[in-house]
Structures are given as structure tokens and as C-alpha cells.
């Protein structure tokens, strides 16, 4: 069964920094490209980042660039979000999901809430 | 990139047929063949219910349905019934991918 667990979510003050992390189970971790989509509290889906099996290419939304990082060990079967100089609109619930074909994704995570408050 | 345009909401009554407008540009929805469509339950994880405009991943109910006709991509679900109800996103390949406003479908 395919699992996807993130965790490191939280409550944060502004400019500060986490790292999201998402393990996965249940498939063949290195054979997938990877995503992390986020949804501020009432609103849409936001697609933020992903990342090639191998971590070799890296694709950001324009709103964070520069902010965020995105990263892999295919050893541990972990995806991680490095996320520095958060800002109040950074606030979202952040899923880790498994793309399946270009721009889908077929398996989710429950999800890791990011509060930026101070 | 902006946001593609779905109706705040739309309703049906069970049995009946609700279709769902994902409106974009030619610089997304209408230059691949690349839309995709989540279901999502208050409180849970999306679920995808149609991928490459109208493939169904399998154990998807062959009562949802996916199509694009220019820049407009369309969800139909027939046959609606009382768990149909929860928010519907798209989401388009643009370069990176962008995702649709979302729509709140009731079922009466």
C-alpha cells in the first residue's frame, strides 16, 4: 500500500524557517518525480515544488523561489522542504504527493500545517 | 501564473448529472492535453478522479468523466450521489503546473 507521511509542520514566527519532510512506503521510491502542494486554510490547491527521481532538476513556483528547497534521499525514501523566510501568506496546510503523469498526482499525504504568526 | 477559472459552486439532485467548467488559456489548458481533476472531502487529502483530460485512474467510477473543447477542460459527474459532495479542483500542465479556483458541488 502506498503511504506518504509528512511531518515538521508548525507554528512559526515570521522569517523564521522549517523542514518539511514526507516518507514514503509502499512503492519504488526512486522511480518517481515528487511534489509538494499546499492549501491555505479555506482556499485552493497550490502546487510549490518537485523534483526529478534522481534530484538532479528542481522546479519552483515564482512565489518562492529563493525561499524554498526542495530535496530527496532516495536511500531513506524521504522527500523534504526546506523552508527559510516564511511569511504570513506561507501559512498552509503542505502535502507531499507522487506525480503520475505530467502535472497529476495520484497518491497524497495527509498533509503538514505551517502556521507563520507571530 | 494565474489560477484556473472554476465556478464558485455548483449542485444536482442524486441521480442527476453536474458538469464542472475549468477555464484557462492557450498557454495552459488549452496548449496540452495535460488537465487533470482532484476530488477533495473537508478535512482530507485530494484525490485524483481524472488525469490527461479524460483517462480514469483505476477504481474511479466510470460516472466521472473529463473533456476540453479549446481552453475550457470539463468535469462531468453522472449518476450523482450523496459522497459526489466535496470540492472539485482542475489542474493544468503551463510550463509548471497551475491549479483551477475549485468548485463546491452539492448534491440536494
Known amino acids: 500500500e502506498v503511504q506518504l507521511v509528512e511531518s515538521g509542520g508548525g507554528l512559526v514566527q515570521p522569517g523564521g524557517s522549517l523542514r518539511l519532510s514526507c516518507a514514503a512506503s509502499?512503492?519504488?521510491?526512486?522511480?518517481?518525480?515528487m511534489s509538494w502542494v499546499r492549501q491555505a486554510p479555506g482556499k485552493g490547491l497550490e502546487w510549490v515544488a518537485n523534483?526529478?527521481?534522481?534530484?538532479?532538476?528542481?522546479y519552483y513556483v515564482d512565489s518562492v523561489k529563493g525561499r524554498f528547497t526542495i530535496s530527496r534521499d532516495n536511500a531513506k525514501n524521504s522527500l523534504y522542504l526546506q523552508v527559510i523566510s516564511l511569511r504570513a501568506e506561507d501559512t498552509a496546510v503542505y502535502y507531499c504527493?507522487?506525480?503520475?503523469?505530467?502535472?497529476?498526482?495520484?497518491?497524497w499525504g495527509q498533509g503538514t500545517l505551517v502556521t507563520v504568526s507571530s | 501564473q494565474s489560477a484556473l477559472t472554476q465556478p464558485p459552486s455548483a449542485s444536482g439532485s442524486p441521480g442527476q448529472s453536474v458538469a464542472i467548467s475549468c477555464t484557462g488559456t492557450?498557454?495552459?489548458?488549452?496548449?496540452?492535453?495535460?488537465v487533470s481533476w482532484y476530488q477533495q472531502h473537508p478535512g482530507k487529502a485530494p484525490k485524483l478522479m481524472i488525469y490527461?483530460?479524460?483517462k480514469r485512474p483505476s477504481g474511479v467510477p466510470d460516472r466521472f468523466s473529463g473533456s476540453k473543447s479549446g481552453n475550457t477542460a470539463s468535469l462531468t459527474v453522472s449518476g450523482l450521489q450523496a459522497e459526489d459532495e466535496a470540492d472539485y479542483y482542475c489542474?493544468?500542465?503551463?510550463?509548471?503546473?497551475?491549479f483551477g479556483t475549485g468548485t463546491k458541488v452539492t448534491v440536494l
Open positions: 523534483i526529478k527521481k534522481d534530484g538532479s532538476e528542481k
Open positions: 492557450s498557454s495552459d489548458v488549452g496548449g496540452y492535453n495535460y
Open positions: 490527461e483530460v479524460s
Open positions: 489542474s493544468s500542465y503551463a510550463g509548471s503546473n497551475v
Open positions: 509502499g512503492f519504488t521510491f526512486s522511480s518517481y518525480w
Open positions: 504527493a507522487r506525480d503520475f503523469t505530467v502535472a497529476s498526482y495520484d497518491y
